[in-house]
């Protein structure tokens, strides 16, 4: 089984310290990013992580990649996270542009701090995603 889990640090107008190198600024004339080089990745090879574990692995830990992620046929959970600033007062779209991964958990923190939790992937019932798009679509506030 795959599993992706999309970990975004921050999705507001704040960002925390630590991550302010790397962090993608959205911004009003922005259109379209691929962030694959701001990407970090994990694999969890026996699944038990859950999100507090995540947040507190060091940054060294990670792996950094330029290239879109590729995992192939694994029963490993895979987490990535990026740091993303919105000074735009609108909504965004996050596009996983892979339409075969059986799961995935999106995690942010919006404008208010909360953390926000999304769920979504091929075995979840179609009615389970943000946009009804033959890709992951998931919409930011």
Not at 70 to 76: A, C, E, K
Request: aromatic letters at 18%; charged letters at 25%.
């Amino acid at each position: 089984m795959n599993r992706f889990l999309l970990y975004l640090f921050s999705l507001s107008i704040f960002s925390f310290p630590l991550l302010a190198h790397e962090t993608f600024i959205i911004n009003e004339k922005l259109e379209s990013h691929n962030l694959k080089s701001q990407l970090r990745l994990i694999e969890d090879k026996e699944g038990n992580f859950n999100f507090e574990d995540v947040i507190n692995i060091p940054d060294e830990s990670w792996s950094k990649t330029n290239k879109d992620p590729s995992f192939g046929y694994t029963n490993s959970t895979h987490w990535a996270k990026v740091s993303i600033k919105s000074i735009k007062e609108n909504l965004f779209y996050l596009e996983i542009s892979y339409p075969h991964l059986d799961f995935i958990d999106l995690y942010y923190y919006n404008q208010e701090g909360n953390l926000i939790q999304k769920k979504t992937g091929e075995y979840l019932p179609f009615d389970s995603r943000d946009l009804k798009y033959k890709n992951f679509i998931f919409l930011i506030k």
